[in-house]
């Protein structure tokens, strides 16, 4: 057994399936975006750290020591101006340069703190305390006014500024120093910006060369390994169903479209088996459909001939018979006079029954074009036949509006003329026959047969008409319900009412060959109900 998304080969290999193959591919594809990913976060730090120590610490640390050295020129400056001339106005710069001082110190430490400027810074700060002890602190602190006048002031602290100026020019030389190593540590800085930038600009070039490398290489491998194998898995069934059913299922690509294209040619394989069983089905159906066929034409021919030939013999019999009957009735005994009658009554029922069986052959073998037939028609004509025996038992025979359909008239009325002719004969002794034929169109409930609008509406897309002839007669058990529609067969003795048998099985012959149907309604009592369908086109010929 194969674990999921693998397939066993008939080798016993596990084979790859579709899903596997995407599975791998799109894990592969997450794999290598993300190592690609993590160098490029990788490589966006390093431009970010970069950055950030560009321009938050060593730009601002060498600015803030140019600062500085401002400063001390500040302080260098008041202390010889007010040495030179005396004046306290003149050690404003000096003081504000002591405070600038202290504001650039404690900044740029903060910058360049664990670094190698600090040392730097604390030289610089070193020979500015030597300078500050030595020559700036005992000018500014000189009061004017001391014994000796301004003179003796201004001297002195001449002398004491040249005596400094060593000091001083060490002061500058220690700051230089400073801002040579921040000038330096931010050239630096800038050099691996420079290069994370590049590096950076590098691997992004690189992630989308591999992405785009990526999207080419798995939309290949689906085209490769999906969409060709689909396509010519399509191009066999379409080659098939256009009727090759030779042309083999060529199986390519991963495991399970491999096992699809296996059972779409197991497929075909079946059905080129079920195509040759099926004509060879078919050419003997044809076989005995024409033996049939020769078979029913020959019967049809013989029940023609037969009943055709047996026609004249038959009027002899009958004639001699009822010739013999009136000439010697009353002449023989009476057994005579009845064998006599018995032979009467033979000829004459047999007579009856090869016209019925005639009739009942000529229905379906008698082609005759359908045409249009109004069934008032056809009905008032059956009707008519009828109009002595009817009058005779006093029938009562209603109908709704009948349709106008295509059909043969004749057999029309020969199928009126059977049910209303039997409804009139099994009737009640006790009380006149009461027929009644309803209408309905079968496929549309609204129309009820209640009037002839509605009929001629529904007639343009109603396929099929249902017909019910009902009566108050004797009835029909349902265990008969099939029986009374086979030829020959009688319900009740020949004495009791008359009748060959034929009837019924000639009205469903004839609806069958209309393309309708033709059944008992069992539940309906007393009396018996007959419904039968015909279709609004006259159904099929054949």
């Known amino acids: 057994m194969a674990a999921p998304g693998l397939k066993d080969t008939p080798s016993g290999r596990t084979a790859w399936t579709t899903r596997r193959w995407l599975t791998a591919g799109v894990v592969g594809s997450l794999i290598v975006l993300l190592v690609l990913g993590s160098l490029g976060a990788w490589a966006l730090y390093r431009a970010s750290e970069a950055t950030d120590r560009l321009t938050d610490r060593e730009s601002p640390a060498l600015i803030e020591a140019l600062r500085l050295e401002k400063a001390l020129l500040n302080q260098e400056t008041g202390v010889r101006g007010y040495a030179l001339a005396g004046r306290p106005d003149y050690l404003e710069p000096y003081r504000r340069g002591v405070a600038e001082e202290q504001d650039s110190v404690a900044v740029l430490r903060g910058l360049i703190a664990g670094t190698a400027a600090e040392g730097d810074l604390d030289a610089v700060l070193d020979k ?12 500014a602190e000189t009061a004017p006014g001391i014994p000796g006048g301004a003179g003796t002031q201004t001297a002195e602290a001449t002398n004491r500024l040249n005596a400094g100026k060593d000091s001083f020019d060490a002061v500058r030389s220690s700051a230089a120093a400073l801002q040579d190593r ?37 939309s290949e491998g689906f085209r490769r390994g999906v969409t060709v194998p689909l396509e010519r898995l ?54 005995q459909s024409e033996d049939l066929r020769r078979s ?25 018979c009822q010739l013999l009957q009136r000439r010697y009735a009353g002449n023989l005994d009476e057994r005579a006079d009845q064998y006599i009658e018995f032979a009467v009554d ?101 129309v009820d047969g209640s009037g002839a609008d509605e009929l001629a509406q529904a007639a343009e897309h109603v396929p099929l008409w249902r017909f019910t002839v009902t009566d108050n007669g004797i009835g029909i058990d349902p265990e ?9 067969q009688r319900l009740h003795a020949k004495d009791a009412y008359p009748g060959t048998g034929i009837g019924l ?7 069958e060959f209309h393309g309708g149907t033709i059944a008992v309604d069992t539940g309906h009592s007393p009396g018996t109900s007959i419904s039968f369908t015909l279709p609004a086109d006259g159904g099929s010929e054949e």
């Not at 779409?264 to 159906?285: N, Y």
């Not at 019967?299 to 030939?309: G, I, K, P």
């Not at 059956?382 to 008239?409: C, W």
């Not at 008969?480 to 020959?488: L, M, Q, S, T």
Request: overall charge negative; some cysteine.
């Open 480 to 488: 008969y319900a099939e029986r009374v529609f086979v030829i020959f």
């Open 296 to 320: 029913n034409a020959e019967l049809e021919q013989f029940a023609y001939v037969a009943s055709h030939d047996l026609q004249e013999p038959l009027r002899k019999v009958a004639s001699f």
């Open 182 to 218: 921040l000038q330096d540590n931010r050239q630096d800085a800038a050099g691996d910006l420079h290069d994370a930038q590049q590096l950076r600009d590098l691997l992004l070039a690189a992630i989308a060369v591999v992405i785009v490398a990526l999207a080419v290489l798995v």
């Open 346 to 446: 033979g000829a004459n029922r047999m007579q009856r029954l090869i016209n019925d069986l005639l009739a009942f052959s000529r229905v379906g073998r008698t082609r005759r074009e359908h045409e249009t037939v109004d069934l008032e028609r056809t009905f008032a004509d059956a009707v008519d036949n009828l109009s002595i025996a009817a009058e005779e038992s006093g029938a009562v025979i209603t109908h709704d509006p009948m349709p106008t359909l295509t059909a043969d008239p004749t057999q029309m009325v020969m199928l009126w003329q059977n049910l209303l002719g039997n409804a009139v004969k099994f009737r009640d002794p006790e009380s006149p026959p009461r027929i009644h034929v309803s209408v309905t169109a079968v496929d549309d409930e609204r």
């Open 234 to 287: 399509g191009a066999d069934v379409r080659r098939i169903s256009d009727g090759d059913f030779d042309h083999g299922i060529d199986t390519t690509g991963p495991a399970d479209l491999r096992a699809l294209a296996n059972d779409v040619e197991q497929m075909r394989r079946r059905l080129i088996d079920e195509l040759v069983f099926a004509d060879l089905a078919r050419r003997r159906l044809d076989e």
């Open 128 to 139: 500015v305390a030597a300078w500050q002890v030595t020559t700036a602190r005992p000018i």
């Open 505 to 511: 099985a000639m009205c469903k012959k004839i609806v």
